[in-house]
């Protein structure tokens, strides 16, 4: 059973940039949850994806958006990036209709926005 | 909406001494709650959770956490601490919405002395 993969590990850009993070799910989950954990904070959701649509937000601007793919891997894409956007997001899988399901997280991608 | 304090940023133990992280949750409707443990570096990994059984809840590397609804609190134990329990440990609350995301508290870093 493979886990969650996030790449890449770490990743460095500079204010107004652009970037795009990647998750690969765990083997059978079709549902990613993406989170931003800033230092010293607990991760916040950011949005969900099932079925290649966006499947609930957090309280996110629109800059924040995401994609996922039909074997279910997904993307999040950051457009004009601001200093406080510098943060370890996570990526977390699931499979929708479990009671409860656990969601397994990956390792992060750690932003630094300069 | 839900929300989840944890009291305390940081809990220094001996080893081999009592662990205690606590945790209280306000929700609207009956909650799910989940312990996770976050090592330097690395990504999120379940403790334990709890789903409307058992008030008493198991988890791994001897960790367990008791629901109490009077209190609205879901506080972290473990008899004897070791020195690899030193991390951060998240409490996080869901809804039983169907979107299975999850709200968290700001963490708490576990110190343990030899």
């Known amino acids: 059973e493979t886990g969650v993969t996030q790449s890449p590990t770490h990743l460095i850009k500079t204010r107004g940039q652009q970037v795009t993070l990647r998750c690969s799910s765990q083997s059978g989950h079709n549902t990613v949850s993406w989170y931003q954990q800033a230092l010293g904070q607990g991760p916040q959701f950011i949005f969900q994806y099932y079925r290649e649509e966006e499947n609930g937000r957090g309280n996110f601007p629109p800059r924040f958006s995401g994609l996922q793919f039909p074997n279910y891997s997904s993307e999040l894409n950051v457009n004009a990036l601001e200093l406080d956007d510098s943060a370890l997001y996570l990526c977390?899988?699931?499979?929708?209709?479990?009671?409860?399901?656990?969601?397994?997280f990956g390792p992060g991608t750690r932003l630094t926005v300069l | 909406a839900q929300s989840v304090t944890q009291l305390g940023s940081h809990v220094s133990v001996s080893e081999g001494a009592l662990v205690l992280l606590r945790c209280n949750y306000s929700s609207s409707v009956p909650p799910y709650l989940f312990w996770y443990v976050q090592y330097p570096n690395q990504g999120l990994q379940l403790l334990l959770k709890y789903t409307s059984a058992a008030t008493l809840v198991k988890g791994i590397n001897g960790f367990e956490a008791e629901f109490k609804k009077s209190e609205t609190s879901f506080h972290l134990t473990k008899p004897s601490a070791h020195m690899s329990d030193a991390a951060e440990y998240f409490c996080?609350?869901?809804?039983?919405?169907?979107?299975?995301?999850?709200?968290f508290g700001k963490g708490t870093m576990l110190l343990v002395s030899p």
């Open positions: 977390a899988s699931s499979l929708k209709g479990q009671v409860m399901g656990e969601q397994f």
């Open positions: 996080a609350v869901s809804d039983n919405s169907g979107y299975s995301t999850l709200t």
